[in-house]
């Protein structure tokens, strides 16, 4: 199997926003970690990536394919998502149509990434590494990939701080966070990560 992490926070999310049996398109996927996890709840799960010797195992992709350019029928997926992956895709516009096309009318495209600051910092070993797969990359603030999603068609907004990142150390400091009303900001704070989630509207025009 090859490298990558499975965030407990991310497939907390994800596994808030499906149902069992639920088809899930994990693009940039990796070694497609999140295929365990998930099918053990339940979700029917297809991990795409283009190839990549450095994350990639015989057998972890299930397709390879450039996010591009997916070879799936209209409106056949619950949910899409990519974890720190989207940042590496060229032609990101399309990427955001294409998840769009794929998904089912009330589906969601979530993209997990990290905090612009946390961005900028790979992209200067980008621009120092060696790896072929490295050599595109972006860096966006959030309204950016907010306008992006908006212009492929989704109802979008970040929910960063919904994401479980980080917890107060004991129950008094954690009813005191909820009390003050702080507990998304105090975990926007401390967190690397964002999150951006697009819902394709139930009913609406075929394409964006
Ligand atoms: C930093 S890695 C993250 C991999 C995995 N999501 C993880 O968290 O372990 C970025 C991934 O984006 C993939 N990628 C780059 N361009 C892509 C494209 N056009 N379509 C699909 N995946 C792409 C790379 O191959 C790589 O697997």
Known sequence: MGKGTVYPFILKF?????????????TGCGAGLYRGPLSRAGVQYIGT????????????????CSANYLPFANESFDLVFNQGAIDYMPQPENVLAEAWRV??????????????????????????????WERTHWVF??????????????????????????????ALNLAKAILSGSLAKTRLANSHWRVFLGKKKKFGLLWP
């Open 141 to 170: 603030e959030s309204s950016e990939m907010i306008d992006m999603l908006r212009a492929a068609g989704f109802q979008s907004r970040e929910v960063s701080g919904q994401l479980d990142t980080w917890r107060p150390k004991g």
């Open 14 to 26: 994800l596994l808030k926003h499906l149902r069992a049996n639920a088809r899930l398109l994990e």
């Open 49 to 64: 990536d283009v190839i990549n010797d450095h994350y990639q195992s015989p057998g972890d992709v299930d397709v390879y």
């Open 103 to 132: 998904l089912k009318p009330g589906g969601v495209f979530l993209i997990f990434t990290y905090e612009h600051r946390v961005l900028l910092e790979i992209h200067a070993n980008c621009l120092k590494s060696k790896r072929e």
